[in-house]
């Protein structure tokens, strides 16, 4: 965030990126070469995440190219991760993505609260066409509905009866309905929200949509 106050994006990403390298050099040296293969990277277990974390900084809003981001949006998102607790920072780089398609792994608890799902890898493979998935990035939440969701998840989620091309671009997560899927769904969205400094607001997004590219 100070880096971008002085310097370009380009600049700023390649400063980061040589930074991340020489700390990698300096703790192969600590450790005899003669013990692992010249070509082998050799990660300390408590930074074995940090190239995958820069390179998900590189594609937030922090650090995206200014073609790809507004000014505004870009200097909102300075003084939203410079405020954030830790935690909040950590999902807002690498978000929690749940799958909800298998109300069997969502379970109501008695007093109330949800367990949720095991989180998937964000990548590509972990989506399909068939399934809906809860992404929490600790500001917003997302759920992901695929095209080949069955018709009548819908209807027990939304309450959509035959519905209109128009509605199913605008659909929005509202109250449970009285039905074991809607309370799953919402409760699971309720379970990421408490706790949180922020308020959640969740968007709903059809594969397909224009939406789903943000």
């Known amino acids: 965030a100070e880096k971008i106050r ?12 040589k930074k991340v390298i ?48 507004t000014t505004d949006e870009r200097s909102n998102t300075i003084y939203q991760l410079l405020s954030m607790p830790f935690d909040n920072v950590m999902k807002f780089f690498y978000p929690k993505m749940y799958p909800l398609h298998d109300l069997n792994q969502i379970v109501m608890e008695k007093d109330d609260s949800v367990k949720l799902p095991q989180t998937l890898p964000l990548t590509l493979n972990s989506i399909k066409d068939s399934g809906i998935y809860l992404l929490d990035n600790g500001m917003a939440c997302y759920i992901w509905i695929g095209r080949g969701i069955s018709p009548q998840w819908l209807v027990d989620v939304f309450g959509l009866q035959n519905p209109t091309p128009q509605d199913l671009m605008n659909l929005q997560v509202g109250a449970a309905l009285d039905n074991p899927t809607s309370k799953k769904v919402i409760g699971a969205v309720n379970s990421i929200r408490k706790g949180n400094m922020y308020y959640q607001q969740c968007y709903v997004v059809r594969q397909g949509d224009p939406a789903e590219a943000m």
């Open 22 to 69: 020489d700390i990698f050099k300096e703790y192969r040296q600590l450790y005899s070469t003669h013990l692992h293969p010249h070509n082998k990277l050799i990660l300390p277990e408590t930074m074995k995440m940090l190239p995958l974390l820069m390179l998900c900084m590189q594609k937030s809003a922090l650090l995206k190219s200014p073609n790809e981001v």
């Open 6 to 17: 002085t310097t370009t994006i380009k600049e700023t990403v390649h400063i980061l990126n």
